[in-house]
């Protein structure tokens, strides 16, 4: 059963920075694509950043240059360094993952990649 848990949600004063982890176990496969999406009340879930199994990233341009998606493949944990935060970027953000063959000449999977498994969210508020 695959399952995907984030924390480090909260608040943080605009212009800060939080740190998003999601913890991820039992993916079946080798290659993948991984993703952090997020959602604000009243607003459709939009794709914030991803990351392949070859380590490649893509990321919306709302977010460029301030936010960071990584991995630790040892620890089966993927994270989001979210820096110079905007009161636009309050949301409840969501971890996912899906099977993406991530072959040598593929693109790296995008931000809106259909993902097959999803954590169930944490939530982040910005302060003016």
């Known amino acids: 059963q695959v399952q995907l848990v984030e924390s480090g949600g909260g608040s943080v004063q605009s212009g800060g920075s939080l740190t998003l982890t999601c913890a991820v176990s039992g993916y079946p496969y080798s290659t993948y694509c991984m993703g952090w999406f997020r959602q604000a009340p009243g607003k459709e879930r939009e794709g914030v950043a991803s990351?392949?199994?070859?380590?490649?990233?893509m990321y919306a341009d709302s977010v460029k240059g301030r936010f960071t998606i990584s991995q630790d493949n040892a620890k089966n944990i993927m994270y989001l360094q979210m820096n110079s935060l905007e009161i636009e970027d309050a949301a409840t953000y969501y971890c996912?993952?899906?099977?993406?063959?991530?072959?040598?000449?593929?693109?790296?999977?995008?931000?809106?990649?259909?993902?097959?498994?999803w954590g169930k969210g944490v939530l982040v508020t910005i302060s003016s």
């Open positions: 990351i392949d199994s070859r380590a490649r990233t």
């Open positions: 996912a993952a899906g099977y993406y063959s991530a072959a040598t000449y593929s693109p790296p999977c995008g931000t809106g990649y259909n993902m097959d498994y």
